[in-house]
């Protein structure tokens, strides 16, 4: 057999060498099939390993490493198995760098956290910095002082570099386990991504200079590490914005987005290198530039998943295959001074961690409030060595300048150093947080869990309560269930629980401390709400990042609860934009108005005038201007001047003419209103200059010896730049349509920004009370809570008060896009129960998501209705003609400047408005619902309420159904428009539609402050007004005082007070509104004059007479439902009740 010759192999070799080192050349017909059994094989026993020893990764690898050097002992010994091991020693090492470190580099940059990093980032670059320059100074001189090999001062340094490249995964897995803050793992990922990225521009460089035979120059280097960083960055930012735009289509689909993101990041690295440039830093900006939002919802987890998959099985293979290669190396080079070198480099690499810590530490300190030195010395066991510098080290071979005899040495000595940090420091790691503390859950934490496993455990019993009434269920051992349902929250094996004493319990922790950790979890919440309005549609994805990233900016600030206001500087102030456009608002150029002239002027100057001020003219003279562009660039040239002097004084005589010209006709006809138009000035001030120019070169010549003369003419000369600046006249209303559009995108950002802020503001208010039992606690952060959200509406008002025209297209697309994924919601339904096929829910699906796709084109403004159309929009007249008619003929439009007040507290009713255009703010004590403080003397009453009205919405409404006095003071914050309709109006009005318009307007309210107080419980219900109208969903029910209901579990799903009081006519349990019947409850009674409860229908109600939902009174229903009244005169009771009064 002949004896097979390759140019390149795993060990680059000199041509006096041997293709190849470890072991010998294959002298057989080399059959590759095998190798593919080979790789199979590893990732089966891989996966077995993995599984029999509990996801160990380090005992994994350092299996697999033991097992791929057994079998390269076996290749080196024996044909059959060098056959299947002979095509990897043939594989290029910079080939297996080129397969496996893309996608590992890309899933940690992935995991990196973008805000926090870029809050830090000055922080992690200098660490990154610090741990490079540290490592290749310590690591280097160990080298060069203890290793026996016969390594060059160049192998030492490529030694050392490969050896200080911390891991980016294995460093911080064993950190997430021990609780440690977010901020300090991104630190050290960062820490890890920034060395990685040195190194490989380091390697890249040297290996690019190994390849070719140009000069290494200072200026080589400096352009090459230029287009390395700069253009890595460019081209990963753009690859980012591609990876972007396919995993959000709408119409992708899972497989599709895995294929597309596994194939773009090898894509992006191949390319990017294939320019000169450093995937890796591509590979790092692209998964820096990507976080949850990126994705379509839950797309992000099988994503991640597929990710963590790959990058461990590619883990198997590196380690399996550099065992390989060490084992087809020759033994005798393994000696007891080998062993020796191993431990001195472990302790070198610890050594040069804890020395990294320390000179860290001021940056750390710096960085969070939280760091001491306990979180130093667990930080210090963060040098995990990794796979990285296991790819990297044949290069220390391949780039050296002398070639060693043992080059598989080099292989050992990193590879047993990554098993040797992976295992060791690891459990040291997580030893050191146990033995300092830092494991121990806090008290304030240990409280935070407790509450929540008494609202888990709340939960249970009454969904055993309630179970307990089923028919079927009576027969069921309820005491063991109770028991199996008892929970106890058990930490991992890393946390554990303070112990502290009964008395320290009672003593600590202060509110201050409580208020802290309550402060982190609504920072929690609120970037959970973020992102759930992102996915629901009602976010947009720009205004999600900002408000996650804002969220996460003010966290580590000890005490800041973020606003509104800190989110508005976060995002940077717009006024900048409005600045810009009304600076060009300034310049834009008008055209006098022909006014100007005397009616009685000569027909020939109003002829001259209409020349002048045409369009035609206009565009005569910027062509002119622009023609004029090349005698001033051979005026500019030297040796052109010189040739055409004469001509270039023509041109320059006859363009000044012309401004004297245009300026001398427009001075005789405007006379001193030529100056009112600043363009007019500008032109006057280049014909002057012209002027003076043409008499300098005049006096030039009659006196050729004067210097200074001389000097002034060639400043005047080039001076006559500035006739250009007339052509700015033409790109002005180009740049001022741009910036109205900017300034558009802002107001719609901001609108948006805001909006969700409020969203998350109530999500808080709804989770504050799992956060923390202690009533102090919970009392404060419903103060800060609501304060926030009153400020954040206030602004909502105001911008909408700026901007109403971008408002109504912001609200008119997210109602549309809020429709459709209704819709979306109702087809899954329908899909999944099998009502449609498949086929057809598909292209149905398609449909809906194509409407979706066009809003991206959605104008951004949409000019606010006349006052007449908002009458329309008052859900309890359903766009009835009639009724609009009706009260179009009685209402009236009222003006109102900024400080007036429309009704204070106390007073009577005059009737209701309805805001057409501005914002006001209602003050007054909390809303007591219908309920005096003698009936429920226990509820939490705030001193003081402040809420934000604008366009669209209704004042005193309630206060006009009950002729009750105003419970709020109403107060324009801007000027304000409003349709009032007077009492006496709406009370007719009651009369000519009786009884349905009352009762609406009662549904209305109802429904109002169902989705106000209970949102995330009805969020599932349809109880749209015209679906509650239409389909009878929901209805509203009256209770006066003493009157009882009896609820009907089987059609009646949800019960909620609504206005008024009950109480639970077994237990007497008071339920104020707004409150929900628990379903536990079957009768109540009234304790208010009047009580109102709207009631939830299940989706297949009881048959009733269908001629009974029209017949309402004021709120007293005459329906055939199954509950039982027990007072009988209560429905003429109720005929009575409005009149009476």
Known sequence: MTKTKINSSFWLMEDSKPDLLCGRSADYYVIEEHFAMLVCATVVLGGFVKMVLRNSDVLVLAFLSV???????????????????YPLLRTPSFALYCYFLPLIIFMSALDVDFYILKNVFWQVLLTGLISFCTAFIIIGYVVLKFNKESWDIQCCLFFSITLGITDPIHSVNAMKTIGISKMYIDIIRGESLIICSVTAIFFGLFRGYSLHTSMFRELHVVMGLT?????????????????????????????????????????TFYTVELFGMSGIIALVTVGLNLDSLSFKPKMEFIITKFLIMFSSVYEHLIYTFFGIVIGCGEIKYFRFHTVAFVFILFVTVIFVRWLTIILVSPILIHSSYEYNWRWGAVLTWSGIRGVFSLLLAPDVYNLAEHKEEAPHMILFYVQAITLLTMGINSYMMIESARTLGLCAITLPRQMAMENAIQHIQETIRNTITLFQTEKLLTNVNWSVVERKGKIKYIPSETAQFSHVSQGEKEMSPTDEVLIEEARLHVAIIQMSSFEKQCNNGILGVEAARILIGATKSFCPIKGKFMNIYDVSTYVRS???????KNMLSYLEYRKENTSFIPSGSNKLIVFVYSILSSEEYEYTRHVITLIYIFPMVMHMWPMARELNVSALISINHYFVFLYVLESASKLLILKRVYFHQHWNVLEFFIMVIGIIDIFCIYFVKL???????????????????????????????????????????????????????????????????????RESIYQKLYEILEKNKRDAVKELGLIEHEGRDVVIALKTKQTIQNVIAKALKNLTFLWSRGIIDKHEGIEMNKVLLSKIKALNNFPMSIPPPIPDNYLPNIVWMEKKDILINFFKERTRLAHYDYGDVIFREGEMPQGIYLIISGMATLHSSSPTFGIENRVAPDRNLQTFYTEYCTSGQVLGELSCLLKREMEYTAICETSLQAFFISLEDLYEGFDIFWPTLEYKIWLKFALGIANQYFESIVDDEDLKFESCVLLNNAYVETLSSYNELTINKETMKIVIIVYGGVINSKT???????????????????????????????????????????MDNTGLRTTKRDYTWKRKDELEAGHHFRKAN
């Open 1068 to 1110: 007497e349990e008071l339920y104020p509104a707004p409150y929900i019947i628990p379903q536990t409850c079957e009768q109540v009674q009234g304790v208010a004059d009047v009580s109102k409860l709207l009631i939830v229908q299940e989706s297949e109600p009881a048959k009733s007479d269908p001629t009974s939902h029209a």
């Open 703 to 773: 006196r050729p010896d004067n210097l200074f003369l001389i000097q002034f003419t060639v400043v005047m000369g080039y001076l006559r730049v500035i006739r250009f600046l007339p052509l700015f006249k033409m790109v002005v209303p180009f740049l001022i349509n741009i910036a109205e559009v900017q300034v558009k995108k802002r107001l719609s950002l901001m609108y948006s920004i805001t909006k969700g802020y409020v969203k998350s503001q109530e999500d808080a208010k709804l989770l504050v009370k799992h956060i923390s039992g």
């Open 227 to 267: 287009l390395d960083i700069v253009g890595s960055i460019i081209c990963g930012y753009c690859c980012a914005r591609v990876i972007q735009c396919i995993l959000t289509d709408l119409f992708s689909n899972t497989l599709t987005n895995v294929i597309l993101c596994f194939s773009m990041v090898y894509m």
């Open 67 to 85: 097992t791929g050097f057994v079998l390269g002992q076996l290749a080196y010994h024996f044909v059959e198995v060098h056959q299947i091991v």
């Open 574 to 580: 717009r006024s900048w934009l409005m600045k810009f």
